[in-house]
């Protein structure tokens, strides 16, 4: 099962029983909320796998495994994000298709 949690402020509390994996996104590596999440499912010993842009970010250093792909940030106006996401998406569908071919190999 996957779940997306976009809002910070859910109860995470229901997940403790079922000892969920958790990849964390971030391209800054700092998002507050983000890092408190973390901070939660840490203590409830779930392994976390993280994607960012510096393995050296907070979450990255939270995280058991970090998937850092170096990128410059780019901004526009100020506040705009226009650093690309390819990495990520290429990496989430690397991990989607290796479990799948594990899980059918006999």
Wanted: proline letters at 6%; charged letters at 15%; a negative charge.
């Amino acid at each position: 099962m996957a779940f997306g949690l976009e809002d910070s402020k859910y109860p995470v509390s229901a997940f403790e029983q079922q000892h969920p994996v958790i990849f964390a996104l971030s391209e800054s590596g700092e998002t507050p909320e983000l890092v408190t999440l973390i901070q939660h499912f840490q203590q409830q010993q779930c392994p976390i796998l993280s994607i960012t842009n510096q393995s050296q970010s907070t979450v990255g250093k939270l995280s058991d495994w970090n998937f850092a792909y170096q990128l410059t940030h780019q901004r526009i106006n100020g506040n705009y994000n226009l650093t690309t996401q390819v990495p990520v998406v290429y990496v989430i569908e690397t991990i989607v298709q290796t479990v799948i071919t594990k899980r059918n190999d006999p």
